[in-house]
């Protein structure tokens, strides 16, 4: 064969690689290796690694190990303190990636450089990074030559595709940086809805469950961080969470901690002991429900007439407040929500009655007998209020078992 064919051999080898596949083809084949990617840092990294939510299969874990090698070249230790000490310092100095503390541009624009800066600081990973993968194969392979696996992946693209391979690969290296360094930790704490109010800004970010592996449930996720299900109410999907069961039904997982889900009964007279303990353990759950209580009544307050009223804008930011958690209300805005209750007294009680079932959980050296003193008390005061929005949820807090 002469010089000339096996040029053009060469580049039509080049043009259209192995598979000789059509470009839908080898986009919808792109996809889905992003997608393998995203399902390995949700279950292995985060939900296993991080947080302890299941235990893995030798066989799953080093499959998982072995893709995030090829396509992201992140070392597990490292990945799992930087994402553990964003949870110990979360929106506070310190914080790795948050939006309060470095602002949502640079969080979007340079999240995989914060991420890379704070992966480098050896306090943060021995502080945080304990309980990781030490073996051989990851002190000589996959945190020795970091770069070495994206560098065979772009090899085996290249192979596979033919000169597009590199823009497939490009694709697979930008993947995590866009998605996780930015719209998790970008948008996860700065856009969304909340199901849960906390110390974080944690939100829901929408139906992106099958592009990010369900971590735009971050909400859920601060609220529960040892769950191995971030999905929360019946129209929330996480397609991880899906992964995960069909692992654990070929034996490949086990789940050791999910979010509570509460569990009602007729509602007693008077609550006990169990009911107590059930309405501690779904605390996240019983505020949740009394948040979406107080959204309802300032709807209904907005259509009353009122002896004092106030300007819309005003009003919005009040509402607002009232549905916030009282421990998350700065000193200017509980300013501002005292002048308007002084005129509401319905919504004032509701309030008030708020931070006194809070002292359920929040009085961490009262004994049961005197926390369950503390909750027939307050369904008295519930139920005396006069408000049937406040007597119906005593009646569900009895339910609770």
Known sequence: ????????????????????????????????????????????????????????????????????????????????????????????????????????????AQGSELYRIEAANPVTVAQYGTGTPDDALERRVYSRFQWQGVGLMLVIDVLLFGA?????????????????????NGLGHWWGYRNYDGPH????????????????????????????????????FDVGWLYIRLLQAAGLARVTR????????????????????????????????????????????????????????FLAQVYRLLR?????VTDEQAASLALFLRHRSAL???????AELAELWQRQHAGPEELLAHLRQWCEQAERSGIGMLRDFAARLRSYA
């Open 201 to 236: 800004a944690a939100t829901n970010i929408g139906p992106l469950g099958l592009l990010i592996g369900g971590e735009e449930l971050h909400n859920n996720h601060h609220t529960y961080p040892t769950s191995a299900r971030l999905s929360s109410r019946w129209f929330e």
């Open 164 to 184: 597009i391979g590199v823009t497939v690969w490009a694709v697979q290296m930008l993947w995590i940086p866009v998605t996780a360094a930015g719209v998790i």
């Open 324 to 328: 916030r958690d009282p421990g998350l």
């Open 348 to 354: 004032y009680k509701m309030q008030q009655l708020r």
């Open 1 to 108: 064969m002469d010089s000339d064919a096996i040029l053009v051999a060469i580049l039509a080898f080049l043009s259209h690689g192995v598979l000789d596949w059509s470009a839908w083809a080898i986009a919808a084949c792109t996809l889905a290796l992003t997608h393998v990617t995203i399902a390995a840092v949700t279950i292995y990294l985060h939900r296993c690694q991080a947080h302890r939510a299941l235990t893995l299969h030798p066989l799953a874990s080093h499959f998982f190990r072995f893709w995030l090698w090829l396509t992201t070249g992140m070392v597990t230790r490292e990945w799992v303190a930087v994402h553990r000490k964003h949870h110990a310092r979360c929106e506070l100095d310190g914080d790795p990636h948050s939006p309060a503390v470095f602002g949502i541009r640079r969080v979007l």
């Open 258 to 313: 999910v979010a509570p889900q509460p569990r009602r009964a007729a509602a007693k007279p008077v609550a006990d002991l169990h009911t107590l303990h059930a309405i501690i353990a779904n605390r996240h759950e019983v505020m949740a429900r009394y948040a979406r209580m107080l959204r309802r009544a300032c709807r209904h307050d907005a259509k009353r007439p009122h002896a004092v009223t106030f300007d819309k804008p």
